[in-house]
T-cell receptor, first 116, second 111 residues
């Protein structure tokens, strides 16, 4: 398997534009996580899905952020409209199982978003 | 809310020395995981320790867990320049499926 695949790797957009980040999890993984990483706030959990269903989106900073998982092999994180403070690296991670059985999470390479 | 908080924020050592990083968390956990991040890359899993375990080893890595103090430590022995990276602890709360992280410890190993 190629691992978790994120696209694009880099995105530069103007303030007010819509941005869509994409993630393809590892086949067979039931959980998918979206994170945002900045120097100030570290690695923040935005939302996670289990079997394509959003379980907890309490980390989504504002209504401008939305995430979907239409099927087991694809998820999107959308920011509309984008603002300069959204500039960060966004990571997607997937794992086959969590909780007590305790398996590791596999991270994508991230999307570096710059909003100017 | 964030669970794991790493300490120190930055650590600089000479090659061959041991590096110790600490992690504190807030609530009861199922397990705690340590990850490594090289500059510009995603996180890579290093080692996982369950709430009923106290110590675990993997190669040059040694992880301890003290649930009474809600803390964990990661020891890297005989460090190498290639160990230079940021290290994060991720905690999964009991009854939860969230994996949350702190801001990490930035380790620099000087050749």
């Amino acid at each position: 398997d190629a691992g978790v695949i994120q696209s694009p790797r880099h995105e530069v957009t103007e303030m007010g534009q819509e941005v869509t980040l994409r993630c393809k999890p590892i086949s067979g993984h039931d959980y998918l996580f979206w994170y945002r990483q900045t120097m100030m706030r570290g690695l923040e959990l935005l939302i996670y899905f289990n079997n394509n269903v959003p379980i907890d989106d309490s980390g989504m900073p504002e209504d401008r952020f939305s995430a979907k998982m239409p099927n087991a092999s694809f998820s999107t994180l959308k920011i509309q409209p984008s603002e300069p403070r959204d500039s960060a690296v966004y990571f997607c991670a997937s794992t086959p199982l969590f909780g007590n059985s305790g398996t590791e999470a596999f991270f994508g390479q991230g999307t570096r978003l710059t909003v100017v | 809310s964030q669970q794991g908080e790493e300490d120190p924020q930055a650590l600089s050592i000479q090659e061959g020395e041991n590096a110790t990083m600490n992690c504190s968390y807030k609530t009861s956990i199922n397990n705690l995981q340590w990850y490594r991040q090289n500059s510009g890359r995603g996180l890579v899993h290093l080692i996982l320790i369950r709430s009923n375990e106290r110590e675990k080893h993997s190669g040059r890595l040694r992880v301890t867990l003290d649930t009474s103090k809600k803390s964990s430590s990661l020891l890297i022995t005989a460090s190498r320049a290639a160990d230079t990276a940021s290290y994060f602890c991720g905690a999964i709360g009991a009854g939860s499926y969230q994996l949350t992280f702190g801001k990490g410890t930035k380790l620099s190993v000087i050749p």
